[in-house]
């Protein structure tokens, strides 16, 4: 287990594991996305909506859950990366809302995740 950044320690995790999750296929990367029912029908009505409108969108993450959240988290710190530079852009397990099978991170194919 992770020894907590000093701004999480006592705290309990915000977020909780979503339970039913549905696959909304590959992610940018080829991985295998999951969201909650209605956050996938909303994310297939938005990107219908985009690719009408000539844009076209990526997931790059979708559901991750806490565990796959710690061993994100380890690897930057393996990397000798500070609490500073991960919490930027990744939250302490528990602390990230996609836990909840609720939350995407999107691209396009011109612009930078």
Known sequence: MLEPPPQSRGRAPLFSEATALVSIGPDRLGREAWLEPNTAQAWQSMQAAAAAAGVTLWIVSAFRSIARQEEIVAAKL????????????????????????????????????
């Open 78 to 113: 393996r990397r000798g990366l500070s609490w500073e530079q991960i919490l930027k852009f990744s939250a302490y397990p528990g602390f990230s809302e996609h836990h909840t099978g609720t939350a995407i991170d999107l691209a396009t194919p011109d612009c930078p995740d």
